[in-house]
């Protein structure tokens, strides 16, 4: 299923284009899994960085009171790291403390994906004009949104552990500190 889904994104002259219309088909079903260790296994089996960003993106976006409407970029990433919540829906029996940890799974996550596809590589390209610019050995675009301070990271961050702090009302489990981090 994963090389099919990588394969379905790269035949398109568009990239991005092709992602986004794979990645609306398939959220619903993402919504529905039922148990965090399937959610994971799917997303972090997932050969195509383009497509896992896209699901992420999804499923954030669905996440925030407000969504937002501007493109992926690292400054989308920290509203979301502002605005989002854990989803209801994935609000089963498990302690609060647990779905905050994938959150914050699915942050570092999202930014991992981000920084493959766009930081690192040409992948918004098509796999024919990606060949000639690495050849030519091109530095990918970076959008203006993609600069962003060492404050604005720290300030969001600090934003994020106060409400984190104020939901959970305890200090925080080894693993979420370390995830924090991590993330940070």
């Known amino acids: 299923l994963q090389q ?3 394969m379905a994104v790269e035949v398109d002259r568009s990239p991005t284009c092709s992602s986004r219309k794979i990645a609306d088909d398939i ?36 996440s925030c009171d ?51 596809f766009l930081l690192a590589e040409h992948l918004r390209s098509s796999l024919s004009d ?7 050995q091109a530095k990918p675009r970076r ?3 993609d600069d962003i301070s060492q404050l604005d990271v720290q300030l969001k961050m600090n934003d994020f552990i106060s409400r984190m702090q104020e939901a959970l009302g305890q200090p925080f489990p080894p693993q979420i500190q370390e995830k924090l981090f991590m993330l940070q």
């Open 27 to 62: 959220f619903p079903f993402i919504l529905n899994i039922p148990l965090r260790s399937q959610r994971e296994a799917l997303l972090n089996t997932m050969e195509s960085q383009l497509l896992r960003c896209r699901l992420l993106e999804l499923l954030f976006q669905h």
């Open 143 to 145: 959008q203006d949104s």
């Open 66 to 116: 407000v969504p937002t409407t501007s493109s992926m970029s690292l400054d989308k990433i920290l509203y979301f790291l502002s605005h989002s919540s854990v989803l209801p829906q994935f609000q089963d029996e498990t302690a609060t403390w647990q779905r905050w940890d994938e959150m914050l799974q699915y942050l570092s996550l999202l930014l991992l994906s981000y920084q493959t």
């Open 4 to 6: 099919m889904l990588s």
């Open 130 to 136: 990606r060949m000639d610019l690495i050849v030519q």
